[in-house]
Nanobody, 129 residues
Framework: QLQLVESGGGLVQPGGSLRLSCVVS????????IGWFRQAPGKEREGVSCISSSGMTRKYVDSVRGRFTISRDNAKNTVYLQMNSLKPEDTAVYYC??????????????????????WGQGTQVTVSS
């Protein structure tokens, strides 16, 4: 059964860092693009970053570009989101999601769910002093 599990969230002070992990099971990670989304209280879910199945394409929403870095380790079935210089407005539940597309240089951050069919349960990130 295809499963995604996020971890690494927590409470951090403004300016701090966290690294989120998305561990997948039940499918071959290198056949899937992975997206990270987030949803803050009272707001719509938004795409934060994505990486194509080939790893050649990485995208970021403007508000995190230069602060967040997405990467993947197919051997470990894991995708990471390194988050630096965190701000209170980064507070949200962060989700990873998978979109089938082997050998592809494509990934998307469209709308509140993009083309992603498989989702994790989310991990809470709180940025506060």
């Amino acid at each position: 059964q295809l499963q995604l599990v996020e971890s690494g969230g927590g409470l951090v002070q403004p300016g701090g860092s966290l690294r989120l992990s998305c561990v997948v099971s039940g499918f071959t990670l290198d056949h899937y693009a992975i997206g990270w989304f987030r949803q803050a209280p009272g707001k719509e879910r938004e795409g934060v970053s994505c990486i194509s199945s080939s790893g050649m394409t990485r995208k970021y929403v403007d508000s995190v570009r230069g602060r967040f870095t997405i990467s993947r380790d197919n051997a470990k079935n894991t995708v990471y989101l390194q988050m630096n210089s965190l701000k209170p407005e980064d507070t949200a539940v962060y989700y990873c999601a998978a979109d089938y597309g082997p050998f592809s240089g494509f990934c998307a951050l469209i709308g509140d769910k993009g083309p992603y069919d498989y989702w994790g349960q989310g991990t809470q990130v709180t940025v506060s002093s």
